[in-house]
């Protein structure tokens, strides 16, 4: 295999991966229905819960990336003729709704502008006008940095005898969760953002409320791989074979929960917290403008624009040849003039900070 270079990972996902979880990976494969395997699996369910902070018993890690989560919670709960409500502030949202229309559902979205929160009362208004099976919104808009207010949205959709479906892909273990709190039906998420695991997995977690729904349907799930049904009785008791688990991923999971709990779920989210305001100060000071709205900025993810003498790809290819530091791009409409900085999990510490700081400072640096 060729020579691959050792980046520092600032981007929007995949985050840098911490060295016990490399080794974790690294451990002897043994079988996806091994005794000591699926105990493994009972640990990692026990660990994901106090993530989400639920009680769920369907809480699992389902074989795919974040989009895979997405499109398990929408093609278990939709069938055709359903209307869905669907908050959209960016791509996140974009695909949520694209999901949804795929699985024959009446989509109706919500839109705010990019970088602004979906409001609670045109929500309300939508569910107002007529029932839906759903309501689906993203917590951490990666595209544009910003956090959605949750709580008041689940409170209006369950009042109305909707599921709320959350996705949390770029804010588990990054900033407060409270599935069961928050009244939230079916969350999912990755595990190469907040949690520092390599990309490949994807946490869900289903409501007894949402499982009565599945169990409810007049068709079957349009996805096989992805039936939460099936899928939950290899990882409930009865350990029926549905497909080959990613068994050294899973164990890579195991440990990435391990550290997150080792330092605790508060402690974690007021490091992101201070490294991101950090962040954010200092760019701003560089003169970068901050794209998501004042109040509602994710501090694990920043979406800012560059000054305005500053070639947006030149200074990314410069960060990533000269200092081996990864930064994403703008997406839709920020596109070309922005760049989406990532400060999570393994990379949100105070020294790699530091040098992604001095690497902008150098880059964006105004010639004579």
């Known amino acids: 295999m060729r020579d691959l270079p050792k980046r520092m990972l600032f981007g929007p996902g995949p985050s840098d991966v911490a060295p016990s979880v490399f080794e974790a990976i690294s451990r002897p494969i043994i079988g996806h229905l091994d005794p000591a395997f699926v105990a493994l699996l009972d640990e990692i369910g026990g660990m994901l819960r106090q993530v989400f902070r639920t009680q769920n018993e369907v809480t699992f890690a389902a074989s795919g990336t974040g989009?895979?989560?997405?499109?398990?919670?929408?093609?278990?709960?939709?069938?055709?003729?359903?209307?869905?409500?669907v908050g959209v502030a960016g791509v996140f949202g974009e695909r949520l709704a694209?999901?949804?229309?795929?699985?024959?559902?009446?989509?109706?979205?919500?839109?705010?502008?990019?970088?602004f929160p979906v409001p609670a009362d045109a929500v309300a208004a939508e569910l107002d006008r007529g029932p839906a099976k759903l309501v689906?919104?993203?917590?951490?808009?990666?595209?544009?940095?910003?956090?959605?207010?949750?709580?008041?949205?689940?409170?209006?959709?369950?009042?109305r005898g909707a599921l709320v479906v959350v996705d949390a892909v770029t804010s588990l273990a990054g900033i407060p969760l409270l599935v069961d709190e928050w009244g939230i039906d079916v969350c999912y998420s990755g595990t190469q953002k907040c949690l520092s695991v390599p990309p490949g997995l994807a946490p869900v977690t289903f409501s007894p409320l949402a499982m009565d729904a599945v169990r409810a349907r007049g068709t079957p799930v349009r996805s096989w791989y992805l039936d939460v049904a099936l899928i939950t009785r290899y990882w409930g008791a009865e350990r029926v074979y549905h497909?080959?688990?990613?068994?050294?991923?899973?164990?890579?999971?195991?440990?990435?929960?391990?550290?997150?709990?080792?330092?605790?779920?508060?402690?974690?989210?007021?490091?992101?917290?201070?490294?991101?305001?950090?962040?954010?100060?200092?760019?701003?000071?560089?003169?970068?403008?901050?794209?998501?709205?004042?109040?509602?900025?994710?501090?694990?993810?920043?979406?800012?624009?560059?000054?305005?003498?500053?070639?947006?790809?030149a200074a990314r290819t410069r960060l990533l040849d000269e200092f081996d530091i990864e930064v994403g791009g703008g997406l839709g409409e920020f596109a070309g003039r922005a760049w989406r900085i990532g400060l999570m999990?393994?990379?949100?510490?105070?020294?790699?900070?530091?040098?992604?700081?001095?690497?902008?400072?150098?880059v964006t640096e105004a010639k004579e």
Not at 284 to 289: I, M, T, V
Request: charged residues 25%; aromatic residues 4%; hydrophobic residues 45%.
């Open 243 to 313: 497909h080959t688990a990613p068994i050294s991923m899973l164990y890579g999971l195991h440990e990435g929960l391990r550290l997150v709990l080792e330092e605790g779920l508060e402690a974690r989210w007021a490091r992101h917290a201070s490294l991101g305001l950090q962040l954010q100060n200092a760019l701003e000071d560089l003169g970068f403008r901050l794209l998501a709205a004042n109040g509602y900025r994710l501090p694990q993810l920043t979406a800012a624009a560059l000054p305005a003498h500053v070639d947006e790809r």
């Open 98 to 115: 694209e999901i949804a229309r795929r699985c024959g559902a009446e989509v109706t979205e919500v839109r705010a502008e990019w970088g």
């Open 345 to 362: 999990g393994e990379s949100c510490r105070e020294n790699k900070l530091d040098r992604l700081l001095d690497a902008i400072r150098v």
């Open 67 to 85: 989009s895979a989560g997405m499109e398990m919670a929408l093609v278990n709960l939709l069938e055709p003729s359903d209307r869905a409500i």
């Open 136 to 159: 689906a919104i993203v917590h951490a808009e990666t595209s544009t940095g910003m956090r959605q207010p949750i709580t008041e949205i689940a409170r209006l959709a369950r009042e």
